[in-house]
């Protein structure tokens, strides 16, 4: 079986995840990758793609979830089962959270899995929404080539 490299996108709403993954599936598969997106639980995929883009990676339910061991724990079981690259989306615009609560809360959210990926040395990049030909060149070096 082929391994699979699972490309883990983290960005809370208004990073523009989805327009930032629908061009790195594009770009991959035009350049001949069998390159697969999946908006949750991807096993079905690994195997038989070189490539799956994660739209909500497992690690971000221990993020909404971290006061649950038995979930956050289980999250990360499944995580390392996987060869995994992860990616948290900055954003390139400063907010005033005092007046848009959705914001403020994403925000933390995506403090919380910064902290979970730290926590576990789980080696990740910080990186802006249009840095995707970045993305391209590390995912390329993590499928070894």
Same mark, same amino acid.
């Given at each position: 079986?082929k391994?699979?490299?699972?490309v883990?996108i &983290?960005?809370? @709403? $208004?990073v523009k %995840?989805?327009?930032?993954? +629908?061009?790195l599936h $594009?770009i991959? +598969? =035009?350049q001949? !990758?069998n390159? /697969?997106?999946? $908006?949750?639980?991807? %096993?079905?995929l690994?195997g038989?793609?070189?490539?799956?883009?994660?739209h909500?990676?497992?690690?971000?339910?221990?993020a909404y979830n971290i006061?649950d061991k038995?979930t !956050?724990?289980?999250?990360l =079981?499944? #995580?390392n089962?996987?060869? +995994?690259?992860d990616f948290?989306?900055? %954003?390139d615009?400063? &907010?005033?959270?005092?007046?848009?609560?959705?914001?403020a @809360? @994403?925000? =933390?959210i995506?403090?919380?899995v @910064?902290?979970?990926?730290?926590d576990n040395k789980i080696?990740? #990049? /910080?990186i802006? +929404? #249009?840095? =995707?030909?970045?993305?391209?060149n590390?995912? /390329?070096?993590?499928?070894g080539?």
């Amino acid at each position: 079986m082929k391994e699979t490299l699972v490309v883990n996108i &983290y960005g809370g @709403e $208004t990073v523009k %995840r989805t327009t930032l993954i +629908n061009k790195l599936h $594009t770009i991959l +598969n =035009e350049q001949g !990758y069998n390159c /697969k997106v999946s $908006t949750a639980f991807y %096993r079905d995929l690994i195997g038989k793609s070189d490539i799956v883009l994660v739209h909500r990676p497992i690690l971000l339910t221990s993020a909404y979830n971290i006061d649950d061991k038995d979930t !956050y724990d289980l999250c990360l =079981e499944v #995580y390392n089962q996987c060869k +995994n690259l992860d990616f948290i989306l900055s %954003r390139d615009i400063l &907010y005033d959270c005092k007046g848009n609560i959705k914001v403020a @809360e @994403e925000l =933390e959210i995506d403090n919380i899995v @910064e902290k979970i990926l730290d926590d576990n040395k789980i080696n990740h #990049y /910080k990186i802006c +929404n #249009y840095e =995707e030909s970045n993305m391209i060149n590390l995912i /390329k070096y993590n499928l070894g080539e």
